[in-house]
Nanobody, 122 residues
Framework: QVLLVESGGGLVQAGGSLRLACAAS????????MAWFRQAPGKEREFVAA????????VYADFVKGRFTISRDNAKNTVYLQMNNLKPEDTAVYYC???????????????WGQGTQVTVSS
């Protein structure tokens, strides 16, 4: 079992930055692939980024375009999402997820956090 708790969301102006963190419980955190998804009001949950347990492999959604960086610290059982040059369309609830492998589909992840709200004002 893995318990995930996100933090770091908030209100920021367009062009600003936020760093989200996802703290995980469980001794096997380092063996999981970790991902960030987001869901805007009235829209489906979409993939943002994922990172393999070994940190070697990172995958990003196209709309990230070098603005977001996913990283992890296995010693701290934490995965991060650094978001720069934020846009109003980035407004959403951001969720972290844990799964066996790096995938873009939400259905491939077994554990989810409760989400953290990110609001970008224009």
């Amino acid at each position: 079992q893995v318990l995930l708790v996100e933090s770091g969301g908030g209100l920021v102006q367009a062009g600003g930055s936020l760093r989200l963190a996802c703290a995980a419980s469980g001794r096997t955190f380092s063996t999981y692939a970790m991902a960030w998804f987001r869901q805007a009001p009235g829209k489906e949950r979409e993939f943002v980024a994922a990172i393999r347990w070994s940190v070697i492999s990172r995958v990003y959604a196209d709309f990230v375009k070098g603005r977001f960086t996913i990283s992890r610290d296995n010693a701290k059982n934490t995965v991060y999402l650094q978001m720069n040059n934020l846009k109003p369309e980035d407004t959403a609830v951001y969720y972290c997820a844990a799964g066996a492998t790096v995938q873009r589909s939400q259905y491939d992840y077994d554990y989810w956090g409760q989400g953290t709200q990110v609001t970008v004002s224009s």
